[in-house]
């Protein structure tokens, strides 16, 4: 949190452009080639040294774009200073070589700015040679970025991950939905805060981690939506399935998994077992709220199959929704919100003790037991 309350996002974090080699390269040409004006005065009546000067400013003005340039990128924050969840995405994004852009661009800073030293002389002092020798400072100065900063490319990936990122406020509760793909998860989330996910009518829907607000008077509780995690190892998982992970692993929160016990489930009812299986093991069964959606599509005895199923696992609660027509909705939250307090010491049950007799009433009621 900054100063003024407000939750401080990854992008504001990493300010860094999306840069690879050849548009580096590309605008640094173009900054050398623009007209140099030299200033009307006795020192430079000479005409070599006029010749001089001109050709030094223009390496000049490329080697402060090269060092503006690879300075936001050294001066990023080193991965271990950000928060656990961030620093994993980042890491993802970036295949482990974050830091290792860093001190790329760091050590290429000191490189050029030596060899500036010795060239800025050279060229004044160059006369006819001036263009000459401000050509080839421009050419080493690039070489030394092609050579010593070949992860330049990971740029475009930081600035994708730091600007796709929701703003995540660590100070305040957090519920993550969770479960696969069309189970009802972006339905939920649209029905009780102010997020409105992006998705498609295939698996993997979700299109990135969103972050919704339910707002309790002046306190925010934040709800998170994650993308569907399928059921395979890490290792096989692709990038949006390991932001998932990487959420339920590292944020202090609780845990509504959505369970389609509905007739006509994408995804059967072992296969959706298998994955509660795999985020117990992430976040243990203490975090976890089961939720049975589509209840109103769904047959007697197959709901009773589920209840005893999850109820063997060692689940003694469960809440039957229908996040399509509203029911029991808000009971779920009232649940997270309970559940976030017995685990984090926390009291924001008092304040959903204010909402809940209209909400809840609002919203029906099939059960929850």
């Known amino acids: 949190m900054d100063s003024g ?12 452009p999306a840069v690879s080699y050849d548009v580096l390269r590309k605008r640094v040409l173009e900054i050398y080639k623009e007209r140099v004006r030299i200033p009307k ?33 050294a001066r990023l924050p080193p991965i271990d200073s950000l928060s656990p969840f961030y620093a994993e995405l980042l890491e993802l994004a970036t295949n482990n070589m974050y830091d290792k852009l860093r001190r790329e661009a760091s050590q290429a800073i000191k490189i050029i700015s030596n060899m500036w030293k010795e060239y800025r002389k ?19 100065a690039l070489s030394v970025i092609r050579r010593k900063v070949k992860t330049l490319p990971i740029t475009k990936d930081i600035s994708y991950i730091a600007h796709s990122t929701p703003c995540i406020d660590f100070e305040k509760p957090l519920i993550i939905v969770s479960g696969m793909p069309q189970v009802g998860k972006s339905t939920f989330i649209s029905k ?54 990487a959420a339920l692993r590292h944020l202090k929160a609780v845990v509504i998994y959505i369970i389609d016990v509905s007739k006509d489930s994408y995804y059967t009812l072992e296969q959706q077992i298998r994955v509660l299986d795999g985020v117990k093991g992430l976040v243990g069964r203490d975090k976890i709220i089961i939720v049975l959606n589509k209840v109103d599509k769904t047959e007697k005895d197959v709901l009773e199959k589920v209840k005893n199923i999850i ?22 939250i009232v649940e997270a919100i309970s559940l976030y307090d017995k685990l984090f010491g926390t009291r924001y049950g008092e304040l959903i003790d204010l909402y809940s007799s209209s909400t809840i009433s609002n919203s029906g009621n099939f059960s929850s037991s």
């Open 41 to 73: 005065s006795s020192s430079f009546r000479d005409h070599s040294k006029r010749v001089a000067f001109r050709y030094m400013v223009k390496a000049e003005k490329a080697f402060q774009y090269i060092v503006t340039v690879l300075g936001r990128i």
């Open 122 to 140: 050279r060229i004044l002092e160059g006369d006819i040679n001036a263009k000459r020798i401000s050509i080839e400072f421009v050419g080493r």
């Open 5 to 16: 309350g407000r939750a401080i996002c990854l992008h504001d974090y990493l300010d860094v």
């Open 311 to 332: 109820t063997n696992m060692g689940y003694d609660k469960h809440i039957e929704m229908s996040a399509l027509l509203g029911v029991n909705v808000w009971v779920a």
């Open 192 to 245: 009780v805060s102010t997020a409105k996910p992006k998705t498609s009518p295939y698996p993997f829907t979700t299109k990135n981690v969103i972050i919704g607000h339910i707002m309790l008077g002046d306190v925010v509780i934040q709800i998170m939506d994650t993308p569907g995690i399928l059921d395979r190892s890490f290792e096989e998982m692709n990038e949006i399935e390991r932001k998932a992970v």
